[in-house]
């Protein structure tokens, strides 16, 4: 099995306004492509899109638009999780020996028609992910004693993180208080505690170990990878945890050889504030009853390990580039370029992503 590595990244600011998903691919696309000297697109012999737009035949539209001619091209969907599902399908394209470089391009609009699910008839008319996260949040609540505080300093740390991130859609912090006392839209749930969906794309380049070493000074490599699908349906999760996360996290730990002690830096699904406290604890660095404390020990001695680029609340959820802007980040703190939100010293990253309710996770591990 071949090894693979990150070779090249681009990404765009991610914003409300209502562009075009080609518009937004081909930028970050050529973003990318510009990222690595002395390449040219024809070395690109795979094409994968991530999106939920509903639009036909993207892989193919891209590579046209954007002057490559692929041997493999396609689309992948997978909601929330859409980003990283494309980028390990790249990953098995290369380690198989089907393909040497793969671009991974994702991108969603603002107004996107693909952000609910609709098959699922269990959630009634509660199908807006709005209340899922709900009762998500009154069940932590409940059962680990997580105050609306610690909720909403989740919040507050990633709208503080954005403020570093120059592609992130939150431009302005948050303070505690301010989360606290947004607007309520469930009995739970306030608006900060929400994570925005808006427009944006991010592109990745990944490539064999005989092509990284040519094409890159600094190659990331893709370690550890865990996924898993427990259901579709909300109605079959257990309130009290993530199973997939939990499944995904063991796996990628596994094959990459190291314990969660051994990661410097994560980017977690923080879809909701309540999610990055059940995905902190699913992964291991913490435990459902000492989350709380473990995020607000993060806040007060600011402290970036976690969501450094403000996770989903402050960066923004464009469904489609999501996972890969996360995976994005990653990359960026191990070669360390992250100026004011750079982990000292950053060898191991983790990314995990999740959809729907956390029914599906996919979770990587990089190092450098």
Known sequence: MNN????????????????????????????????????KSSDIDGVLVSTNNNSNYMGAILSEMTGIQPKISHSIEHLCSSGTNAIISAYSYISSGLADIVLVSGADSATNPGQVLKWDVSRGNLEHPIFWASMLTKNHKRKFQTTEEELAIVAAKNHKHAMDNPHAYSNEPRTISEVMNSKQITEDLRILDCSRSCSGSSSIMLASEEKAKTLSECPIWIKGIGQKTTS???????????????IASKDALKMAKITHEQVDVAEVHDAFSVCELMAISEIGFTTNENSGEFVRNLFNTENKMINPRGGLIGAGHPLGATGISQTIEIVNQLQEKCDKRQISNAKTGLIQNMSAAGTSSSVMVLQN
């Open 4 to 39: 693979v590595a990150i070779i090249g990244t681009g990404e765009i600011k991610f914003s409300k306004n209502d562009k075009d998903v080609q518009e937004l691919l081909i930028e970050s696309t050529n973003n990318c492509i510009n990222s690595i000297k002395n390449f």
């Open 232 to 246: 579709a349906s909300f109605t079959k999760n257990n309130l009290d945890k993530i199973s997939s996360t939990q």
